[in-house]
T-cell receptor, first 113, second 111 residues
């Protein structure tokens, strides 16, 4: 079945450590996105990529980094510079030539201790 | 800039009650409008959409009509079930794929 996978489902890290969240899609979509979800704030866009080897900052990119070396993969690194990293992180993908539905992964809940 | 306004809730209803979740938007132009649903611990799934004024999107008993004159896209269902308990997000999407989400409305349906 086609879809988006995110791993792990739950992730715990100590303060000051970088951590990388995985996102893989087999939908053959060109565009991929990372969102952060916090209670009462909806979804906020961290980074997005419309094509391999290219990505743009979203609304809250500070303290995060991404790469897009393959069409299928868009990993997100939460660095130690992110002041409040504990959150639910969602990856999504879509076809280009919108407006198109975004397909979401199941999410990763990151807790920084 | 663009914005989407919806109440955070929770909205609590008894099973078989009528549901309305309001969504209004501010945008320059005519974006497409979407409703997504998020069940506990999961990602978002598309529920329905409308791409132009007066279009009605429908799915699984849910409906919403794109009202240009009131800049609204209210979600309705005639008879809710316990399984409809989730968080519902209204979103506007441009052809550039730029998306603005509302904060999400939590629905709790009690038996």
């Amino acid at each position: 079945d086609g879809g988006i996978t995110q791993s792990p489902k739950y992730l715990f890290r100590k303060e000051g450590q970088n951590v990388t969240l995985s996102c893989e899609q087999n939908l053959n979509h060109d565009a991929m996105y990372w969102y952060r979800q916090d209670p009462g704030q909806g979804l906020r866009l961290i980074y997005y990529s419309q094509i391999v080897n290219d990505f743009q900052k979203g609304d809250i990119a500070e303290g995060y980094s991404v790469s897009r070396e393959k069409k299928e993969s868009f990993p997100l690194t939460v660095t130690s510079a992110q002041k409040n990293p504990t959150a639910f992180y969602l990856c999504a993908s879509s076809r280009q030539g919108g407006p198109n539905e975004q397909f979401f992964g199941p999410g990763t809940r990151l807790t920084v201790l | 800039g663009d914005s989407v306004t919806q109440m955070e809730g929770p909205v609590t209803l008894s099973e078989e009650a009528f549901l309305t979740i309001n969504c209004t938007y501010t945008a320059t132009g005519y974006p497409s409008l979407f409703w997504y649903v998020q069940y506990p611990g999961e990602g978002l799934q598309l529920l329905l959409k409308a791409t132009k004024a007066d279009d009605k999107g429908s799915n699984k008993g849910f409906e919403a009509t794109y009202r240009k004159e009131t800049t609204s896209f209210h979600l309705e269902k005639g008879s809710v079930q316990v399984s409809d308990s989730a968080v519902y997000f209204c979103a506007l999407i441009w052809e550039t794929q730029k998306v603005t989400f509302g904060i999400g409305t939590k629905l709790q349906v009690i038996p």
